[in-house]
């Protein structure tokens, strides 16, 4: 059974940063392009980041590129978003996903909160 | 604003069809035919209905269809049921940036 299990939200300062893993299992890890998406409160789902299964291709939304870092140890079946300079826009559930077009798999979501 | 247009709501009677649009751009809808359709429900993980524009992973039931002509996506919900009132959200890839996208997100609403 495919899972994924994101941690690492929580209440953190304006300006501050916070890393969020996901852990994943119940398929090859390094098979699948893996994303991070985020849903802000009372608002949608907004897609941040993605990258390859063997973690040389990165792409990244404008509102985050220069201050998140998406990465992935395939040995422990990790996926990771370093998050730096975070601000009141950042506050969201992010969530992790994997994906071969399409996000397939996606895990319950961890909640970030940025306070000013 | 997102790259893909969405109503912002929708609403049927049980047993009722309903079907919800997604307009995008000859970069994301229309130049692929990886669009993707997802039904959230808040707190929950998002659930994938739709890829490829018209296929449904196995264990979606066939009330949940979709189809794309030009820049837009449409998902069908036949046969409504009180567990489809949730969040749907299209998604697609975008040629130009080669970033995924999503729709604005239509809130269902079962009468």
């Known amino acids: 059974e495919v899972q994924l299990v994101e941690s690492g939200g929580g209440l953190v300062q304006s300006g501050g940063s916070l890393r969020l893993s996901c852990a994943a299992s119940g398929f090859t890890f390094s098979s699948y392009w893996m994303h991070w998406v985020r849903q802000p409160p009372g608002k949608g789902l907004v897609w941040v980041s993605r990258i390859s299964g063997d973690g040389r291709i990165t792409s990244y939304a404008d509102s985050v590129r220069g201050r998140f870092t998406i990465s992935r140890d395939n040995a422990r079946n990790t996926l990771y978003l370093q998050m730096n300079s975070l601000g009141d826009d950042d506050t969201a559930v992010y969530y992790c996903?994997?994906?071969?077009?399409?996000?397939?798999?996606w895990g319950q979501g961890t909640l970030v909160t940025v306070s000013s | 604003q997102s790259a893909l247009t969405q109503p912002p709501s929708a609403s049927g009677s049980p047993g009722q069809s309903v079907t919800i649009s997604c307009t995008g751009t000859?970069?994301?809808?229309?130049?692929?035919?990886?669009v993707s359709w997802y039904r959230h429900h808040p707190g929950k993980a998002p659930k994938l209905l739709i890829y490829e524009a018209d296929r449904r992973p196995s264990g979606v039931p066939d009330r949940f269809s979709a189809s794309k002509s030009g820049n837009t996506a449409s998902l069908t919900v036949s046969g409504l049921q009180a567990e489809d009132e949730a969040d749907y959200y299209c998604g697609s890839y975008t040629v130009d940036s080669d970033n995924f996208v999503f729709g604005g997100g239509t809130k269902l609403t079962v009468l």
């Open positions: 996903a994997r994906s071969w077009a399409e996000l397939d798999y």
């Open positions: 000859s970069s994301a809808v229309g130049g692929y035919d990886y």
